[in-house]
């Protein structure tokens, strides 16, 4: 069994960052993929950055160009850096990672982008 724990949201004006970290209970050196989804409220959740180990970064395209998905193996964590922050990117941010093909969740954490 694996535990993620999303942390980094927060409340941030328009044109803002934040760097949402997603810390991992055991060493993701064995990670098969890798990846960050939202959930506005009254929508469904769907994906934002996604990345096979070894292959190339996927981005939804209302985010690309402005957020960057990475990983610390050291560290356990998988980044998601969001720069221009816009009020549509309000959302609860969850990270997925998938370690010989289970995915495991983390609970989410909360970006709101107001004025």
């Known amino acids: 069994q694996v535990q993620l724990v999303e942390s980094g949201g927060g409340l941030v004006q328009p044109g803002g960052s934040l760097r949402l970290s997603c810390a991992a209970s055991r060493s993701i050196f064995s990670i098969n993929a890798m990846g960050w989804y939202r959930q506005a409220p009254g929508k469904q959740r769907e994906l934002v950055a996604h990345m096979i180990v070894g292959g190339i970064p996927n981005y939804a395209d209302s985010v690309k160009g402005r957020f960057t998905i990475s990983r610390d193996n050291a560290q356990n964590t998988v980044y998601l850096q969001m720069n221009s922050l816009k009020p549509e990117d309000t959302a609860v941010y969850y990270c997925?990672?998938?370690?010989?093909?289970?995915?495991?969740w983390g609970e989410g954490t909360l970006v709101t982008v107001s004025s």
């Open positions: 997925k990672l998938n370690y010989y093909g289970v995915n495991y």
